[in-house]
């Protein structure tokens, strides 16, 4: 059904070729519908005219009408400033100009009124405005005055050379609304207009643009919020029924020797309850015939490696093969290692794939998956190349998944005709509203506690004038045979000046744990794959007491016996990188420090960062307060995801409202799974218009 809103944006009166170019290119704005989406992101209330007298720091923004005299220009062959007074029948403020400042002598003319409108700051205890915004009085702008709220838009350098700027946005979605208000059609039931109070979708629309009066503001964003998240929880809702009832899974139907032998001879240590209660719910997807698509989340260190593994043994004892893919060769490695360790003692073949795999081996290895002769194979990316072809693989599982792209892991669904389970894995808490969006067609298991007797670590932070106290307390630990790492940042943009640093920290290492009393390992990202595994290694085994080294040991790597983690510049560090370099001590039973050292100046944001990883351990905590500083755009691995690209809701701030709209569309499915009742035809048509192109919808109606 074609709408008018699916008129090309060229057509409007105002745009054109030339401007319709530059709002797709700009802001993907094709059609009139997408203009109508490109909201205000804030508003100024110019709905009365104050007098001068009345100004007062309690609101940020002021209109005002008065006669414009006194013009001093300050500044001798080159003015510096411009500035004039502005009178009104209650007093006068001194509006001040440091720009444009030959057009400006020129604007105002003698005896005449303006309406100007700006922000007052306090100068010598007096108000003045800087750059006020001002216009002649007319009848147009004396009417509008005193009767408005001007929403701002986003704009561009670009948009505005063609007239684009804020104001111009308001003038075609002005001229917009005129021809096509009456035409905007509800798009929610009657039933959820009435239980949650919400406005109507036309009203709403056209005051977000335009809004009759402040308060109407606020109904208008909740009502347009409310509609975009629900659509979103429908449409993720709807995948992940549509994906479980129609796409096969291999059936595991029993648990075998395999598991058994494993739980009952070779598990050093009592399962968690919440590790017992996420196999359960592996156990019930692998019996359900169904792909499994389930994202693990827990903690660094709260044991998600050996519920994989237990995952991986039922797959086995069904027949099948078996893959464990790792972000980087460090942890491809390591979680080698460890499987090995635990599967060798039962004849369970495992091998390592990586790029640094030679020839003979990796031809080995293909053979053998090729004649099933090989149970688990663990690996990074090379693991997904073409070449590499299972006799049939049946599970996989993906540690630290935002390392993948959504590409990497489709290559996955093709090496068998019916896709193998899967088992995304990640140390990175998603706080929970998130995780509903970002993750919401998978299903989600969380392990919430940690193995017992587990001290939580330490955290100080330290500036640089401290440092000889941190060493002092490094020896100590390493006199009570502990080890230590030293960690610094190191970026694209600033490498060679990072890696100098790292370097240079090493050598102060050397010198401060001097041979033979002392050995140090470092680790970097420049070193060959064999040196950094060497390196690895030594301080693994406890041949070196500290390891310095970038984030390549960021995620995984697990040496119980270190027990302090020195994080340098640790302002420069995310949260939840700062939370998973931490998670690299407090594996043992004994007390571990996490030691953040900055530099004496901290931005604010640098502080917080800090702050927040001084008062708490709570990986979730972190995660939330990570959203809140950063928005959702810069946690790690959504922003490939267009579920991030939202008009009007924010994932950092609507929380609530996410965790509100997806239970709301879970009791419509409940009680109408295919959007037939008549009262849900809205809903049925806006989600046929989102599946649209899309195999799943055709599939299930
Ligand atoms: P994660 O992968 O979640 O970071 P791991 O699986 O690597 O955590 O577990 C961290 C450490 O805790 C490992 O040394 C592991 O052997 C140990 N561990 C795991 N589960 C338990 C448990 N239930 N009791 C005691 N130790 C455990
Ligand atoms: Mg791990």
């Not at 998603?430 to 969006?437: C, D, F, K, Q, S």
């Not at 001097?514 to 990202?525: A, D, K, R, T």
Request: charged share 25%; glycine share 8%; aromatic share 8%.
């Amino acid at each position: 059904m074609q709408s008018v809103f699916d008129t090309n944006i060229t057509y409007l009166k105002g745009v054109g070729p030339r401007k319709a170019e530059l709002l797709a290119k700009e802001f993907d704005i094709r059609t009139y519908g997408d203009l109508l989406y490109h909201f205000p992101f804030r508003y100024v209330d110019k709905s009365r005219i104050y007098k001068i007298s009345e100004i007062n720091t309690d609101a940020a923004w002021f209109l005002l009408k008065g006669k414009v005299s006194n013009m001093k220009v300050v500044g001798e062959k080159r003015a510096r400033f411009v500035s004039f007074l502005l009178t009104d029948d209650s007093g006068s403020i001194e509006l001040l100009w440091f720009r444009g400042l030959q057009w400006i002598k020129k604007r105002f003319g003698p005896g005449k009124e303006y309406l100007v409108f700006g922000k007052p700051s306090v100068f010598k205890n007096h108000f003045n405005m800087v750059h006020p915004e001002v216009e002649d009085v007319t009848p147009e702008t004396e009417t509008v005055a005193g009767n408005r709220l001007e929403g701002i838009y986003h704009s561009t350098e670009k948009l505005k050379t063609v007239g684009l700027g804020s104001r111009g946005f308001s003038k075609i979605i002005r001229t917009l609304l005129k021809d096509t208000a009456s035409q905007i059609d509800e798009n929610l039931p009657d039933y959820l207009l009435e239980k949650y109070h919400l406005m109507g979708h036309p009203e709403a629309m056209v005051n977000i643009h335009f809004p009759k009066n402040p308060a109407i503001i606020n109904k208008a964003v909740q009502r347009l919020k409310f509609e975009e998240l629900l659509f979103v929880q429908l449409e993720l809702l709807l995948q992940k029924k549509i994906l479980k009832e129609k796409v096969a899974g291999h059936l595991f139907e029993k648990v075998g020797d395999a598991f058994n032998t494993f739980y009952r001879e070779h598990l050093p240590f009592e399962l968690t309850g919440a590790q017992k209660r996420v196999i359960r719910e592996i156990r019930a997807d692998l019996r359900s015939g169904k792909q499994m698509n389930r994202l693990l989340q827990g903690d660094v260190g709260s044991g998600k490696t050996l519920v994989a593994l237990m995952s991986m043994l039922i797959a086995i004892d069904n027949g099948f093969q078996t893959a464990f893919m790792a972000p980087t060769e460090i942890l491809a490695t390591q979680h080698f290692n460890t499987l090995k360790k635990f599967l060798g003692n039962m004849n369970i073949p495992v091998e390592l794939l990586t790029g640094s795999t030679k020839t003979a081996q990796r031809k080995k290895i293909h053979k053998a998956l090729l004649n099933h002769a090989l149970p688990v194979l663990v690996g990074t990316h090379a693991l997904i190349e073409d070449t590499v072809q299972f006799g049939n693989l049946g599970f996989v599982v993906i540690d630290e998944q935002h390392r993948f792209g959504v590409a990497q892991r489709a290559k996955l669904w093709k090496k068998n005709a019916i896709p193998p389970h899967i088992l995304v894995m990640t140390a990175t808490p998603i706080p929970r509203t998130l995780a509903m969006t970002l993750y919401g067609n998978l299903d989600v298991s969380v392990i919430d506690e940690m193995p017992p007797g587990r001290k939580p670590v330490k955290t100080l932070h330290f500036f640089e004038s401290k440092r000889l106290r941190v060493l002092g307390f490094m020896r100590e630990q390493i006199k009570k045979g502990r080890q230590a790492y030293v960690v610094y940042p190191l970026i694209k943009e600033s490498e060679k000046f990072d890696l100098k640093n790292l370097m240079d920290g090493y050598e102060n290492m050397l010198r401060d744990f001097p041979e033979p009393e002392y050995h140090v390992s470092v680790v970097h990202g420049k070193m060959k794959p064999e040196d950094k595994e060497f390196e690895m290694q030594r301080f693994v085994k406890g041949e070196t007491h500290i390891m310095v080294s970038t984030t390549v040991i960021e995620v995984g790597v697990d040496v119980p016996n270190a027990s302090v983690m020195v994080i340098e510049n640790a302002e420069r560090f995310g949260l939840s990188q700062l939370h998973q370099l931490r998670g690299r001590v407090g594996r043992g039973a004994d007390q571990s420090w996490c030691i953040l050292m900055s530099g004496n100046k901290l931005s604010n944001e640098g502080r917080k960062r800090l702050e927040i990883m001084v008062a708490t351990n709570d990986g979730f905590e972190i995660a939330e307060a990570d959203l809140k500083l950063r928005g959702p755009g810069d946690i790690q691995g959504t922003r490939q995801s267009g579920m991030l690209d939202f008009h009007i809701a924010n994932l950092a701030k609507d929380g609530e409202m996410i965790a509100r709209t997806r239970q709301i569309a879970l009791d419509i499915l409940d009680d109408d799974p295919r959007l037939q009742k008549p009262e849900n035809s809205l809903l049925n048509r806006e989600m046929r218009q989102r599946f649209k192109g899309k195999t799943l919808w055709t599939r299930i109606s």
